[in-house]
T-cell receptor, first 117, second 114 residues
Framework: DTEVTQTPKHLVMGMTNKKSLKCEQHMGHRAMYWYKQKAKKPPELMFVYSYEKLSINESVPSRFSPECPNSSLLNLHLHALQPEDSALYLC????????????????FGPGTRLLVL | AQKVTQAQTEISVVEKEDVTLDCVYETRDTTYYLFWYKQPPSGELVFLIRRNSFDEQNEISGRYSWNFQKSTSSFNFTITASQVVDSAVYFCALSGGYGQNFVFGPGTRLSVLP
């Protein structure tokens, strides 16, 4: 059983909608991540939070807005998305021992499949 | 810049065959970490192994084994006696030692036929 949960599993939204993706982990990890994965491609890192602070933003457009309300929760707020933003959005978490966590083992949630119409 | 290459895009084998998935990496960091993840059709990435750059010992876990060779910048993954449940996309990944980069390779799609 995964200890990283993501809701919703599927999301369909129009280009003018505002929606949020949610991620929760119960492993006591202090780093959390958002990835975007297009079909037949590897996941691409979007954001990293370490100790609830944004530590990496991989030049993601501002229509994606991350939020880390506490050490267990990670949100991704979506606004004015484009059809090309349709993808699988994966959340992950890891320990933070050194270097912000990104070299530690990341544990992934099942993802949210997003379709933008 | 860091880079991971998985030259095999797709591999098909018959059940019980052994199969090796190749991973070649590039980094200028002296400390780095290598990973293998499995992504079955359900979509969730499953962690398989993490190896740091100072540990070149090969690892065996059941039917899985890994061969890490710094001299050739490779971290290959072998599945012995493959099973249908091994069918998935396998990603090799690399993280620098200073917490600034994490990159996945393009993945290898493995199909194990009954």
């Amino acid at each position: 059983d995964t200890e990283v949960t993501q809701t919703p599993k599927h999301l369909v939204m129009g280009m003018t909608n505002k929606k949020s993706l949610k991620c929760e982990q119960h492993m006591g990890h202090r780093a959390m991540y958002w990835y975007k994965q297009k079909a037949k491609k590897p996941p691409e890192l979007m954001f990293v939070y370490s100790y609830e602070k944004l530590s990496i933003n991989e030049s993601v457009p501002s229509r994606f807005s991350p939020e880390c309300p506490n050490s267990s929760l990670l949100n991704l707020h979506l606004h004015a998305l484009q059809p090309e933003d349709s993808a699988l959005y994966l959340c992950a978490s890891s320990q933070v021992l050194a270097g912000g966590g990104i070299q530690e083992t990341q544990y992934f949630g099942p993802g949210t499949r997003l379709l933008v119409l | 810049a860091q880079k991971v290459t998985q030259a095999q895009t797709e591999i098909s084998v018959v059940e019980k065959e052994d199969v090796t998935l190749d991973c070649v990496y590039e980094t200028r960091d002296t400390t780095y970490y290598l990973f293998w993840y499995k992504q079955p059709p359900s979509g969730e990435l499953v962690f398989l192994i993490r190896r740091n750059s100072f540990d070149e010992q090969n690892e065996i876990s059941g039917r899985y084994s890994w061969n890490f060779q710094k001299s050739t910048s490779s971290f290959n993954f072998t599945i012995t006696a493959s099973q249908v449940v091994d069918s998935a996309v396998y990603f090799c990944a690399l993280s620098g030692g200073y917490g600034q980069n994490f990159v996945f390779g393009p993945g290898t799609r493995l199909s194990v036929l009954p």
